[in-house]
C-alpha cells in the first residue's frame, strides 16, 4: 500500500515512468573510451535482457546475464575518460556507480568470471537535489555516465562494471548491470581498495535501496549510495 500524503509531482512522474516502463528498460552496452570515440560493443559481457535483476543476492549481479564474454579488451590509459552509453535513457530514479574487478593470476579480463572480494567502487552517482515533491537523481534520463578512471589505479586487467538501481518500486529495487572487458595501461601506483564481493557489496536492507520516493518525510538524511565509498585514487 502507498501512504500517498502529497498528490504530487513526483507520483505524476513516478506514473509516467511506470508506463514507459513497460515498454522497454536500459542496458548500458556500450564503452566509449579515448582508442574507441564512437564506442565499442564487442568489449561489453551484453546482457541478454534490457530487463532489470530483482535479487540482490544473485550471482548474475556480478556482470548480469549475459550471451558470454565480450570478444575484446578495451585498452585504456589511466587517468583518461571512459562513457557507457545505455540503450535507452535512464528512466528510473535511483543511484548508480562504477566498480572496477582486478582480475586475478592465471585470468584475464576476457575469462574471469568476477568472483571473489575483487572489486572497488570507483565512482557513484546519487542525489542531485532533493525537495520536499521530489528525490532529482543525478542519473535521471541520461543517456550515457562519463567517469575518469583514477591515475593512481595499477596497469593490469580488470572488469569495468557499471550499475543502476531503480528505485520506482518502493521496497523492489531493480538492478541494471554490464561488464566491460578492460586492460588499464600506464598506471600508478595506488593501493585499491576496499574490496568487496559482488553480489555482497550491499545489503538487500540497505536504506539506499529501500527508500519510497513517494514519501517526502523520511527523516533519513541526505541519501547515501549502496555499496562501499569510492575510492579516492
Ligand atoms: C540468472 O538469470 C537468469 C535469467 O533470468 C535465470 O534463468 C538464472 O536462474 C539466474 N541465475 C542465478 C544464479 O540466479
Ligand atoms: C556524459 O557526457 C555526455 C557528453 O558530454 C553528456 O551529454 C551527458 O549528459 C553526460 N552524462 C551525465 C550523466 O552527466
Ligand atoms: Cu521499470
Given amino acids: 500500500m502507498i501512504n500517498l500524503r502529497t498528490p504530487s509531482l513526483a507520483f505524476l512522474a513516478l506514473s509516467l515512468l511506470s508506463i514507459q516502463a513497460v515498454l522497454a528498460h536500459y542496458r548500458f552496452d556500450t564503452l566509449i573510451t579515448q582508442d574507441l570515440p564512437l564506442g565499442s560493443k564487442s568489449v561489453i559481457r551484453q546482457p541478454k535482457s534490457w530487463n532489470p535483476m530483482l535479487d540482490s543476492t544473485s550471482k548474475n549481479m556480478t556482470c548480469n546475464f549475459h550471451s558470454g564474454l565480450a570478444p575484446e579488451i578495451a585498452v585504456i590509459k589511466a587517468g583518461s575518460d571512459i562513457s557507457f552509453k545505455l540503450d535507452n535513457e535512464i528512466f528510473h530514479p535511483g543511484p548508480g556507480a562504477l566498480y572496477l574487478g582486478a582480475v586475478p593470476e592465471g585470468e584475464s579480463a576476457g575469462t574471469w568470471d568476477g568472483s571473489g572480494a575483487r572489486w572497488v567502487k570507483i565512482k557513484n552517482w546519487g542525489v542531485r537535489e532533493y525537495t520536499p ?41 531493480q538492478f541494471y548491470v554490464s561488464c566491460a572487458q578492460v586492460k588499464i595501461v600506464d598506471g600508478g601506483e595506488g593501493r585499491l581498495g576496499p574490496f568487496v564481493e559482488i553480489p ?20 533519513m538524511g541526505p541519501y547515501r549510495v549502496p555499496g562501499p565509498d569510492p575510492w579516492e585514487g
Fill in 133 to 173: 515533491t521530489f528525490w532529482y537523481f543525478e542519473l535521471t534520463r541520461a543517456w550515457q555516465v562519463n567517469a575518469t578512471i583514477p591515475a593512481a589505479v595499477p596497469s593490469g586487467e580488470y572488469l569495468l562494471r557499471a550499475e543502476h538501481i531503480g528505485l520506482i518500486d518502493p521496497g523492489k529495487p
Fill in 200 to 219: 555482497g557489496h550491499f545489503l538487500p536492507t540497505d536504506p539506499g535501496l529501500q527508500l519510497n520516493l513517494l514519501q517526502h518525510d523520511l527523516g
